[in-house]
């Protein structure tokens, strides 16, 4: 079954940039979403389609994806940008939508 | 504005029944593929099921399959999901998603509800 690893957590300092990762198997060849989740609130989506920004998101927000790494970047972090993030894919091989195991990013 | 609300939720013995619903309305809930995502208290997000939108394929992860089962009315803008035989490792909250595409699951979750809680303990 396919698989998305991202690192369990990522720190940075307000105004830096933080990077989170979501490797799996030529993941380039997929399309990749990401979602923020605050604590006790629901998932939202952040970005879709590699790097597609819904409405009302920041463009401090960007994504890419190539080979075998898909990248959240999100510049000049704020407080506010403490959540859990996740990548997710449409394994159209294996029938399902798979997400990767979330990471936590503090703001220092 | 679209809102996604569950129900259904609540503390179910191990091996018992439990039937999820989701009330969909601000959008044209009949254009849109929509899932089901839980979330193990602290952990994850796994997806559980997905349906597109006149039930034309139905997809569920191997965690679930053959114990659950989606379907939706677009005649009651209402999502469901079907669950049997609950083991201690389904307890979770559950979500209902809409998809951004009606015939495929590639296009990402644009809205989510807020959950409702799912608990098998004896």
Known sequence: SYVLTQPPSVSVAPGETATITCG???IGSKTV?????????????????????????????????????????VSRVEAGDEAD???????????????????????? | EVQLVESGGGLVQPGR?????????????????????????????????????????IAYADSVR????????????SLYLQMNSLRTEDTAFYYCAKDISGYSYGGGFNYWGQGVLVTVSS
């Open chain 2, 17 to 57: 029944s439990l039937r999820l619903s989701c009330a969909a309305s601000g959008f044209t809930f009949e254009d849109y593929a929509m899932h089901w995502v839980r979330q193990a208290p602290g952990k994850g997000l796994e997806w559980v099921s997905g349906i597109t939108l006149n039930s034309g394929a």
């Open chain 1, 24 to 26: 799996g198997n030529n």
């Open chain 1, 85 to 108: 993030y996740y990548c997710q894919v449409w394994d159209s091989r294996g029938d399902r939508v798979v997400f990767g195991g979330g990471t936590k990013l503090t703001v220092l």
């Open chain 2, 66 to 77: 053959g114990r659950f089962t989606i379907s939706r009315d677009n005649a009651k803008n």
């Open chain 1, 33 to 73: 979403h990401w979602y923020q989740q605050r604590p006790g609130q629901a998932p939202a989506l952040l970005i879709y389609s590699d790097h597609g920004r819904p409405s009302g998101v920041p463009e401090r927000f960007s994504g890419s994806n190539s080979g075998s790494t898909a990248t959240l970047t």
